[in-house]
């Protein structure tokens, strides 16, 4: 179901979740011509069925630190705790570094990623599937992550 995810953190790899495909495509449509769409591009009420699985994380410092300004309510559920207001450099230092792995390859590159990764909640590992999408404010850097994730079928 994946492909080593070769340059970032061991035990991710690449997979494609359906719901996070339909996704890919509609951050697609609203980059029009350019290389991703601007935050104000994206409306909520057209994401409404994958908002729970959604986090919207502003680019701190060129990715030195990451922001996360929404954290969907399924994911709170999925990964155990709530995000919304905190930034990545508030967690564990092992948590942060695949986080910041993951989020600086799209920041490289430029363009979205799809990851395939174990997470550990109280001795229960459950693989989970999660694309990150790059949103730009000028057109030249990427500003903000939509990253929507779900548990691998």
């Not at 980059?31 to 601007?38: E, I």
Request: with cysteine; proline share 5%.
């Amino acid at each position: 179901m994946g492909e080593p995810a070769f340059g970032l953190p061991a035990g991710v790899i690449v997979a494609r979740h359906p719901r996070l495909l339909t996704l890919e495509r509609y951050w697609t449509r609203k980059r029009k011509l350019g290389w991703a769409p601007a935050k104000c591009d994206i409306d909520p009420l057209e994401m409404a069925s994958w908002l729970g699985n959604l986090m919207i994380v502003n680019v701190v410092d060129g990715g030195r630190d990451f922001f996360y300004r929404l954290y969907g309510t399924n994911l709170v559920q999925l990964f155990g705790r709530e995000l919304t207001g905190r930034r990545v450099s508030s967690l564990g230092l092992a948590e942060r570094h695949r986080i910041q792995g993951r989020f600086q390859a799209v920041i490289d590159a430029r363009k979205p990623r799809h990851f395939r990764f174990e997470h550990r909640i109280d001795e229960v590992a459950l693989a989970v599937c999660e694309l990150t999408l790059p949103l730009t404010d000028d057109g030249e850097r990427v500003s903000h992550l939509l990253v929507g994730a779900y548990e691998s079928p």
